[in-house]
């Protein structure tokens, strides 16, 4: 049996991603309340459910070429709650790239760990990893994709669905320990999601992901080359038939009109210092502030995400610190969707689509 790899969320059906994003939600349903304090009493302690051991005694590689602290510590937090171990190799750690190939190096560490968990730089790296590992290879960031990323924020947008829905409830807390049954993912009405930035991995995978489920993307990047979308990106786009439901642009006020929700990342991304005051000066204008969608006509109750790490240059701190900002609740989901997706992926080798609601979970 050829094990199966996750390079982008492109490689996923509909029914696969809703199935991941249920287990994220139902897995973290019953994580939260053994990770709360516990009643002092043994006798007053409710009746908790452990989360899938499906990792029990199995070990990740976390094969990190690139700095990392929110992959890192979901890859690492979510393995000990699965019953595993993970182990953090970074580029000064092993051969990899010094004295060993790619394929030696996939066989090795595959012939020890159950998984691996990758961040790379280009994008064929991590295809040649997979191309050799006789275990699963999950990408943790490339230069094309970000597949985890969008799965935690596609799942912090269904947990806060009552805030684009007037008069629709909040769900119930899902980290009392205390709570009974878990609840299902909460359902999200379409919703227009506007991009502000050049054409990054995190983009990519919302370019493939989103329109799939419904929603509309529309995207502002400065008009020069570098920072339009991949040829190897959009061609998938349109394989998946997502062409139709993305408007493109080079105006962020035009781009925010109608905007549900509003996401940046960083402009200048690792490697690419040298080139801080030229990019500066092309994103003018790309600060995302209450100024730039209330002129731009974004909807009044819209709400921001970014990956983080965040600079000021890319959103203010009114924004940022405020009540529209998802992004801590968003950058804790980083760990539950990635607890899912080591489940699926590396402890159980299943992420086929459920035959119904109850298998998925």
């Known amino acids: 049996m050829s094990p199966p790899h996750l390079m982008t969320l492109a490689d996923l059906t509909v029914p696969q991603l809703k199935r991941v994003l249920a287990h ?10 053994w990770l709360a304090p516990q009643p002092k009493f043994i006798g007053t302690a409710p009746r908790l459910r452990m989360p899938s051991q499906s990792l029990f005694n199995k070990s990740i590689a976390l094969l990190f070429a ?13 393995a ?3 019953g595993g171990k993970a182990l953090f190799l970074g580029r000064d750690d092993i051969q990899l790239g010094v004295n060993e190939s790619p394929r030696d190096t996939a066989r090795v560490i595959g012939g020890m760990c159950q998984g691996i968990f990758a961040r790379v730089g280009d994008h064929s ?10 275990v699963p290879v999950l990408n943790a960031l490339s230069s094309l994709w970000h597949p985890t990323q969008i799965l935690a924020d596609l799942l912090t947008l ?39 930035g050049d054409s990054t991995n995190v983009l990519h995978d919302m370019l493939v992901t989103y329109p799939r489920l419904g929603h509309k993307i529309r995207v502002a990047t400065p008009p020069q080359t570098a920072y ?13 038939g997502c062409e139709q439901h993305i408007s493109w642009s080079s105006d962020p006020k035009e781009a925010v009109h109608g905007a549900d929700v509003v996401v940046t990342d960083t402009w200048i991304s ?5 080139e801080k005051v030229q990019r500066l000066k092309d994103f003018e204008g790309y600060q995302v502030t209450e100024e730039l969608c209330r002129e731009g006509g974004a909807n009044p109750n819209w709400k ?7 600079k000021p240059d890319e959103v203010d701190d009114e924004v940022f610190y405020g009540p529209r900002s998802l992004v801590f609740p968003e950058s804790d989901n980083r760990k539950w969707t990635i607890l899912a997706l080591f489940d699926l992926l590396f402890g159980k080798w299943d992420l086929s689509a459920p035959s119904s609601s109850k298998s998925s979970l």
């Open 24 to 33: 994220s939600h139902y897995q973290k349903q019953l994580a939260l309340p």
């Open 66 to 78: 690139k700095r990392s602290t929110r992959t890192r510590l979901s890859a690492e937090t979510a």
């Open 80 to 82: 000990v709650l699965l």
């Open 125 to 134: 790296e991590i295809e040649e990893l997979a191309k050799y590992s006789p």
């Open 158 to 196: 269904h947990e806060h669905a009552h805030l684009f829905s007037e008069g629709s409830p909040p769900p119930p807390s899902a980290d009392s320990p205390r709570s009974k049954k878990p609840a299902n993912l909460p359902t999200l009405r379409p919703l227009t999601i506007t991009w502000l």
């Open 228 to 240: 339009q979308c991949p040829t190897p990106v959009w061609d998938r786009v349109k394989e998946l």
């Open 270 to 274: 690792m490697g690419q210092e040298a």
């Open 304 to 310: 921001f995400l970014h990956c983080l790490p965040r």
